[in-house]
């Protein structure tokens, strides 16, 4: 036959009580409160040890029970004193409380240990049931209020070390007391309650085992979120709610006659639609909120989900919603209330409104730079409180709030914006939809989540500025590149209007300067078409051409400097695929920056190679050379030249951007004062030689056609 749920109840209790009192005699006996957790310990497992004893054989008697369950209650009061001693010893109590609490506490505890001694010993009973039942009624309300009294003064940083002590002992206590008060009510203890007291007590040994381990290692802290408490409570109260539904449709059924059905499914309908609305209510949840963090939390914020919550909204990269727009969701997130806006400092100084977020701004809204608020903020990191403002100007130095901000409605908090110790921007908040009692964490969060978005916000319009250089920029360098190209055009047209009175008369001058004119104007329609509509450039103007022919008449134009350059070798025909005239433009500007690197005495060769369906025009001359860095960083970057102020920079850049587009390279090697050598590689197009019946097949006027002036980039051939 099983035992009844008395012993198992009180012998789980002293098992777990024995294990819990021999944990903390072996290891933890240094604090006066450790001493005290391991008497009570040890004295709650004699006294559930007794009440199973009892329960099976009989004994011990009652009055043995009884003292054991006042020198348990002693224990745990014992314990009480021993963690109220460390609050006495901060101050926080006043003298009064301290003796009042430390005299009823010993006078009753007297009373009835001596008491129940001369009832067991002499056999006096000189008080009835009755008596001490309120004896142990008042035993346990005097624990309660001991708990109370350390739980409310001792310091916030030092509750995290006696909450899991405090809400045990609470808990042993509470139970007693609701225990014998249901007794002095009915006459005799409840078997439900006292059966289950032992599994009570015996449930709560992990917080004591817990309290003990914190103390020595890292915390177990055992502590639910703000959020969770949130949907719990709502969980709680909906499930209350459609308990109290339940009943009320229970009776109106009942009492409701031939409408008692009908009046059933009406009420259940409201009822649930009203549920529905309130749970959806974000005053009603924001309420909520409020309450829970006044009354169950040391710390208005969970801050790990008010961080994770910001850096998730903040590090969004798309402009959906705008930045500023996000921010002021964050800061009005922090005080309940979804309505706000946002003044950054303009170009100008002034500050002028960004985003706005259910608020009815009026027309008027920059705030100026030299207005009282923008020096207000300047000085002093406030956090202006509208409401007080209004009740009490003074508080704030007669402070004169701008029309921008004063003529809205339901302005509530002005918060300034730094990026480090500047006034980049001020914030504005609407009225919350719950009322919140605002204290220094309210401010200190709001405070460093303004500078962290302040930070990104700064970020974002320094981007902005940025990207608007970079177009000006680009403006800039294609303007460069419109300049470089309009050098040759003018040189043509200035070498044409110079020699224009000493050979006005020559009819061969009068046919090279139309054609001069015609090339010219065709190269500006062209340059002039593709700043109009730059995607024309894209169009391909390439065609098969000799690279040998081309490089050849080239070396003709440039052999009015010193020194002269050669090709050396007897090239075949090379046949490749690219635009004459900018194949032309580039190779002429590889040659001519080898011929002004290389003193007259010196040398520029050119040379061709073919192979694996490449040729390779080499380019090499004698002079002064360059470094590696400046090759690396610097030859192929537009308008980076070593001419000061006669060069653009942009050749260099312009031969490589246009012989990569043709699917070839440029590279270039170089040691300063031996020289360089830049090798241009250009794909082929069809057979790398034509054949003979090819060669012959051409007509004497390609094969001997006389360059023009238009070909022509130096002014000095024209002249000549």
């Not at 969004?316 to 946002?342: F, H, K, M, Q, Y």
Request: hydrophobic letters at 45%.
């Amino acid at each position: 036959m099983l035992p009844d749920l008395s012993v198992i109840s009180h012998g789980a209790a002293a098992v777990v009580f024995a294990i819990l009192a021999l944990l903390v005699g072996t290891r933890y006996l240094r604090r006066d409160i450790d001493r005290a957790l391991f008497l009570a310990a040890l004295v709650t497992t004699l006294w559930a040890s007794a009440l199973v004893t009892q329960s099976i054989w009989g004994e011990p008697a009652f009055f043995i029970r009884y003292l054991l369950e006042l020198l348990r209650d002693t224990a745990w009061i014992l314990l009480l004193f021993a963690m109220l001693r460390d609050t006495f010893r901060l101050g926080r109590l006043s003298g009064q409380v301290k003796k009042f609490l430390g005299i009823a506490t010993i006078t009753v505890l007297i009373t009835l240990l001596a008491l129940g001694s001369l009832e067991f010993i002499f056999g006096l009973a000189l008080v009835d049931g009755k008596t001490k039942l309120i004896g142990q009624i008042a035993l346990s309300l005097l624990g309660l209020s001991l708990v109370e009294q350390i739980w409310r003064n001792a310091p916030a940083f030092g509750r995290s070390s006696m909450k899991y002590l405090c809400i045990g002992t609470a808990t042993i206590f509470l139970f007693d007391f609701f225990m014998y008060a249901d007794a002095l009510l009915f006459g005799t203890i409840a078997d439900s309650f006292w059966n289950a007291r032992g599994f009570v007590n015996a449930a709560l040994v992990p917080l004591f085992a817990i309290n003990v381990v914190n103390t020595r290692k890292q915390p177990i802290d055992f502590q639910l979120s703000r959020s969770a408490v949130f949907h719990v409570g709502t969980l709680v109260l909906a499930g209350a709610y459609l308990l109290l539904l339940s009943i009320s449709g229970y009776y109106i059924r009942i009492l409701g006659g031939n409408w008692g059905e009908a009046l059933q499914v009406l009420l259940s309908a409201v009822a649930l639609v009203f549920l529905a609305t309130l749970l959806l209510s974000r005053r009603i949840r924001a309420k909520l909120m409020v309450l829970i963090s006044q009354n169950f939390f040391d710390y208005k914020y969970d801050y790990r989900e008010e961080w994770l919550k910001m850096t998730k909204e903040l590090s969004d990269l798309s402009d959906e919603p705008p930045l500023p727009l996000r921010a002021i969701r964050i800061l009005t997130g922090l005080v309940e209330s979804n309505a706000g806006a946002i003044w950054l400092k303009s170009e100008q100084g002034s500050f002028t409104l960004k985003e706005s977020a259910n608020l009815a701004t009026p027309k008027y809204m920059i705030i100026d730079e030299d207005s009282d608020l923008v020096r207000f903020f300047s000085e002093k990191e406030w956090i202006i409180n509208l409401d007080e403002y209004r009740a009490d100007p003074v508080s704030y130095n007669l402070l004169e709030i701008p029309d921008a901000i004063s003529s809205t409605p339901d302005a509530w908090l002005l918060i300034p914006l730094y990026l480090g110790n500047e006034l980049y921007g001020i914030a504005m908040i609407g009225q919350p939809y719950a009322r919140v009692d605002l204290n220094w964490e309210n401010f200190d969060l709001i405070k460093v989540v303004a500078r962290q978005t302040c930070n990104l916000l700064a970020q974002a319009d320094a981007q902005h500025r940025l990207s608007r250089a970079m177009q000006f920029e680009a403006v800039s360098k294609a303007s460069a590149f419109m300049v470089h190209d309009l050098k040759t055009v003018i040189a043509q047209l200035s070498l044409l209007v110079n020699n224009a009175q000493k050979h006005r008369n020559n009819p061969a001058f009068v046919d090279d300067m139309i054609k001069t004119t015609d090339h010219a104007v065709s190269k500006m329609t062209n340059l002039v078409e593709h700043i109009r509509k730059p995607s024309a450039g894209a169009d391909d103007d390439s065609k098969a051409l000799d690279l040998t022919r081309l490089v050849t008449s080239l070396l003709k134009h440039y052999d009015r400097q010193q020194p002269l350059p050669r090709l050396e070798g007897d090239p075949p025909e090379i046949m490749i695929k690219a635009d004459p005239e900018q194949l032309r433009s580039v190779l002429g500007h590889l040659i001519q920056n080898a011929q002004d690197a290389t003193p007259p005495d010196g040398e520029v060769a050119l040379s061709l190679k073919i192979a694996k369906g490449n040729v390779v025009l080499f380019i090499q001359d004698t002079g002064c050379g360059m470094t590696e860095d400046f090759i690396s960083s610097r030859l192929f970057k537009p308008f980076e030249s070593t001419k000061g102020l006669t060069g653009m920079g942009i050749g260099a850049y312009q031969a490589r951007e246009y012989i990569q587009k043709l699917g070839g390279t440029v590279d270039a090697t170089s040691e300063p004062g031996v020289g360089s050598c830049f090798s241009v590689r250009i794909p082929l197009v069809g057979d790398s030689f034509a054949s003979p019946t090819e060669r012959e097949a051409r007509t004497p006027s390609e094969n001997g056609a006389k360059r023009s002036i238009s070909d022509a980039e130096d002014p000095k051939e024209i002249a000549n």
